[in-house]
Nanobody
Framework: QVQLVESGGGLVQPGGSLRLSCAASGSIFSINAMGWYRQAPGKQRELVAAISIGGITNYVDSVKGRFTISRDNAKNTVYLQMNSLKPEDTAVYYC???????????????WGQGTQVTVSS
């Protein structure tokens, strides 16, 4: 059974930082690239950061230089450090596997509950 449990979201002022965590079941984590997705109100879910099993990363242009994805393979956990947050980063953030890091090709299907990030003054 696939389990994805996201945490770490909250309310932060513009320019602030948050660190998200995602605990994934071993069956999905150990053999897959992983990524962070987000879905803002009225918009489609988008993949914003991805990391391969070996640690190669890629980002959507809107978060490059501000977000950093990392993974701890021993803990089956993936992280997203978010700095210099902007109101447009407000969304529900989800983690899931990624099909191809180089092209930022994400997946559809099963999702965890996500974690809400709200950037507002």
């Amino acid at each position: 059974q696939v389990q994805l449990v996201e945490s770490g979201g909250g309310l932060v002022q513009p320019g602030g930082s948050l660190r998200l965590s995602c605990a994934a079941s071993g069956s999905i984590f150990s053999i897959n690239a992983m990524g962070w997705y987000r879905q803002a109100p009225g918009k489609q879910r988008e993949l914003v950061a991805a990391i391969s099993i070996g640690g190669i990363t890629n980002y959507v242009d809107s978060v490059k230089g501000r977000f950093t994805i990392s993974r701890d393979n021993a803990k089956n956990t993936v992280y997203l450090q978010m700095n210099s947050l902007k109101p447009e980063d407000t969304a529900v953030y989800y983690c899931n596997r990624v099909i191809l890091v180089a092209t930022m090709k994400g997946v559809q299907g099963y999702w965890g509950q996500g974690t809400q990030v709200t950037v507002s003054s």
